[in-house]
């Protein structure tokens, strides 16, 4: 018995000692650390706008002549007078080469003379005729020779047609040697002497170009023809030609016409516009950016194209929630130039879009806002082009 209790002690004293080393090894074991909280990230942001943003197209294009003649002789002649200045403006009429008239106006002299020979053979075939109209009545010739004498005046009178036509002719002749301008214009290079022979239709004189107005012929893809097609039925389609840096804009014009047909070659579409080139600041062969306005947006959000990320997806932006957390949002984007890019879906106005930091984020991350632009957006608004589109 006196045995049982002292094992029965024992025992307890060691349950003791186990549970105040297991207390102890508690007590020593390192406290769990709570995950580190990751520090924000510092983003600058710009605010969202909406305004009117214009839908432009964009195309390559050259400047071509409203019209061109290459200014030739009718009559074979001598020069006697060069009456323009290489890169003067004339006028439709305006004397430019004189050819020598003198055998010209021979020849009309001398068609005047034969003219007036056959209408004083007429004028006597009709006095005779009207006698033998009195004659043939009374009987005293026969009706043969009141026949010849009608035949003689309808000769007489065809002589003295061809007379007038040669007389006509002759007198074109010397017209022809003072070779005027058929239009307003430009003239280019002289390319004749005072004394050269010309031939008629055989060298060119001069060039005439007409410069006001003055037209643009560009290309745009043909997915763009019924779009332009549409437009075009509503309004007058207002065309902005820019240098061809496409920095600086030169005129503006309005759009004619869309080719008849498609270059299978390249998949693009010839459109002409007309500018009135009141400055002459369009030149003819000169290479110029065309910016075709299709439609206008009345209410396009506006947002720095820095924020604008290109993923997997395609575009996207990171907007800063109220709560200082970020979320990626895609976007549909109709238009970008001059740093700023128009959106058709993705972003509100007044919300807060990252425009820089973006390599250091990830949805739902917790950012510091260091900057706000949004005066970036409203002091450069977009004159924009179909960029993001190419």
Not at 322 to 327: G, L, Q, S
Request: include cysteine; charge should be positive.
């Amino acid at each position: 018995m006196a045995i049982g209790r002292r094992f029965a002690f024992w025992g307890v004293l060691l349950a003791m000692a186990c549970a105040g080393v297991y207390a102890w090894s508690i007590r020593q074991r390192p406290a769990t650390t709570a995950p580190a909280v990751p520090p924000a990230v510092p983003v600058a942001v710009a605010i969202a706008q909406t305004r009117e943003v214009p839908i432009i197209l964009r195309g390559l294009g050259s400047v071509t002549a409203y019209a061109t003649v290459d200014v030739k002789s009718r009559v074979v002649g001598n020069i006697v007078k060069v009456n323009f200045r290489e890169g003067q403006s004339v006028r439709a009429g305006d004397l430019l080469v004189q050819l020598d008239p003198r055998p010209y106006q021979a020849a009309l002299a001398q068609a005047n003379a034969t003219l007036a020979r056959d209408e004083a053979n007429l004028a006597n075939a009709r006095a005779d005729l009207d006698r033998y109209a009195k004659l043939v009545r009374g009987a005293f010739i026969s009706k043969q020779q009141f026949a010849n004498q009608q035949a003689t005046v309808s000769a007489g009178q065809a002589t003295v047609d061809v007379d007038k036509a040669a007389v006509d002719a002759a007198r074109l002749n010397v017209e022809y040697c003072s070779i005027a301008s058929p239009i307003d214009g430009v003239v280019g290079i002289r390319q004749v002497d005072i004394g050269n022979l010309i031939q008629p239709n055989a060298q060119t004189l001069v060039v005439v170009t007409q410069l006001q107005p003055i037209y643009v012929v560009f290309t745009l893809p043909e997915a763009d023809i019924h779009r332009i097609r549409e437009a075009m039925q509503l309004r007058k389609l207002p065309v902005i030609a820019f240098n061809s840096t496409d920095e600086r804009q030169i005129s503006t014009g309005v759009l004619e016409l869309i080719d008849n047909q498609v270059d299978q070659s390249t998949g693009t579409v010839k459109l002409k516009a007309t500018f009135s080139n009141s400055n002459l600041s369009l030149w003819p062969g000169q290479f110029v950016n065309a910016h075709l306005v299709v439609e206008t947006e009345p209410n396009a959000v506006v947002v720095p194209s820095v924020a604008v990320q290109t993923g997997p997806q395609g575009p996207f932006v990171y907007v800063v929630r109220f709560n200082d957390t970020v979320e990626v949002r895609r976007v549909v984007v109709a238009q970008t130039e001059h740093n700023q890019s128009a959106l058709r879906s993705g972003v509100q106005a007044g919300e807060r879009v990252v425009v820089a930091g973006q390599l250091n984020l990830a949805p739902d991350a917790k950012v510091t806002v260091t900057q706000i632009s949004g005066e970036a957006v409203a002091q450069n608004p977009p004159q924009l082009s179909d960029k993001s589109r190419r």
